[in-house]
Every structure is written in C-alpha cells, then in structure tokens.
C-alpha cells in the first residue's frame, strides 16, 4: 500500500507541476491576479506592458508587421481551397487552373485573391524592413530580430517564385527556367541548387512537384515558425522608440534634454521627455 500510495503522490505530483507551469498565477480571484496573469500572458496582452504613446502612432509602425501577418493568413485560407481543385502534374495543372477560373464556384475570386495577397505580402514584407532600418530598429538588443527578418524576406520571395510556376502556362515555365539558369552560375553550389529545385535538368513534372511541396508545406511551416519568434521578441525586447536614445528622467526632479531658449539664456524649457502609456487590462 505504502508503494502504491508513494507513486500516486509521485504522479499528482508531476501534474501539478504540469499545470502550475501552464497556469501560473492560479484563478483570478483578485484585480491584482487578474492584472498580474493578463501582463505575463503572451497572448492575453501581446505587447509590452510599457510602451511610450509616439511608439504605438500609426504614422510611425504603418501597421506593415501587422498587414504582412494578416495577408500570410490570406494567403493560407485562399491556398487550402485551391488545392482542393489542383494536382501538381502536368498533365493536369493548367486545365486545372483554368477550371478554377471558368468552372469552380467563386473559384476565379479565391485565386485573384491568393494572386494579389501574394503581390501585396512581397510589398509589405519589403517595406516592413525598409522602416526597420530606416528607424534604426534593428540595433540592440534586437540585432536577433533583424536577422529572422531578413529570412522571413527571403522565405516571401522564395514563396512568391515557387508559386510562380504552377499555373504552368508558358510565361510561368519560361520564367523559372530563367531563374533557376541564373542560380547555375552561383559559385560552387550553383549546379547542384538547380538540380535539387528542377529535379532534373529541364522543368518537368520534378520540377513542378518538388516546386508544389516547397510552397504549399516546406515554405509556409518555416514562415510561420519564423514568425513566432519577432512576436515573441517584441513581447520580451519592448517596442523600439527609433534612432534617438532613451530620455532619462532623473531622480532629484530636474528635466534634463532641455534646449536652451530662443534669447540665448538658460532655463527650464518645455523637455524632450513624454508620457508612457501603461497598458493594463482586467
């Protein structure tokens, strides 16, 4: 009795530890648990806690991180019902695109979709990291950050060629013949990339299934995993406030970062600091 009494306290041992570690601050019984669980919940409040009110304008994010993310969901919806109606062969890939057109209800709708999220996704990806640098928001500690997005920019492009080829017109063949001759010449790797994209030495029925894996599966699960990661860091590393340093308030009172005034004297003047915004919820 004694063993079987130890292994089931071993047992209701290990799951509360289980759920202690997925529910950290038990029930919220209080406005003080409540708040404390919400603030230390990576999706109940996303952002961070404290983020200065110039740093949340619109003017300054555009939203492109945001508007990037949403058409990668665009994209993963339009795409599972297009492969409802699409087998990556090429005996049957255009006439199959042509029936998405012409035959499948709102199928003409759900592909110009996917199409112009795609172009539009490449658009915001781009200016997404043009913003980036340009405010200087890849320096530390988010050097990290800047490098997972330059992948996620690559992924995009990769996203957008490979998908370039399965309509499987003359425009799309020709096209990735083009590219995958370009990526020949690289040095060393070169030969041996277009082998393993083509599956052969010319754009075939390899080419297009192997294309077809890398977008619809290869492609798409490395995206997101990517993507977890700068939400994740935003969460940990704070929004960051641009090319200019942090304004220290000091403790004894007096406003440092003042400009002097316009007569050439000294003086208190209105300060370069501004207030932070505590988000909070309940």
Same mark, same amino acid.
């Given at each position: ?63 492109? +991180? ?5 058409? $990668?969901? *665009? @994209?993963? #919806?339009? %795409? /599972?019902? =297009? ?120 754009? +075939? ?5 192997? $294309?077809? *894996? @890398?977008? #619809?599966? %290869? /492609?798409? =699960? ?61």
């Amino acid at each position: 009795m004694r063993v079987i009494r130890a292994a089931v306290d071993e047992i209701y041992s290990v799951i509360e530890q289980m759920v202690g570690a997925v529910f950290r601050h038990g029930l919220p019984l209080t406005d003080k648990i409540a708040a404390r669980t919400t603030l230390t919940n990576f999706v109940l409040h996303i952002h961070p806690v404290r983020v200065r009110r110039s740093w949340i304008r619109m003017s300054y994010t555009l939203c492109l +991180g945001g508007l990037s993310f949403f058409l $990668f969901i *665009v @994209l993963t #919806v339009t %795409g /599972l019902y =297009l492969m409802f109606y699409y087998v990556p062969s090429t005996n049957h890939a255009y006439q199959d695109m042509r029936d998405l057109q012409f035959v499948v209800t709102f199928g003409g709708l759900i592909r110009n979709m996917h199409r112009w999220a795609a172009h539009a996704m490449v658009i915001t990806v781009w200016l997404h990291m043009a913003r980036v640098f340009l405010t200087g928001a890849y320096k530390k500690p988010r050097e990290f950050n800047w490098g997972v997005g330059t992948l996620l920019l690559l992924i995009t492009l990769l996203l957008s060629f490979t998908g370039y080829l399965l309509p499987w017109d003359q425009l799309s063949i020709w096209a990735v013949t083009v590219g995958t001759n370009m990526a020949k010449y690289a040095p060393i790797a070169g030969p041996y990339t277009r082998y393993l994209l083509l599956g052969g030495k010319i754009v +075939g029925d390899n080419g297009l299934l192997r $294309f077809y *894996v @890398l977008h #619809v599966v %290869g /492609l798409p =699960l490395a995206g997101f995993l990517l993507m977890v990661i700068p939400f994740w860091r935003v969460r940990n590393d704070g929004l960051s406030g641009g090319l200019g340093p942090w304004p220290v308030k000091p403790a004894n009172g007096s406003r440092h970062g003042s400009e002097p005034r316009r007569g050439g004297g000294s003086g208190p003047t209105t300060p370069r600091w501004r207030s932070v915004t505590t988000v909070t919820t309940r």
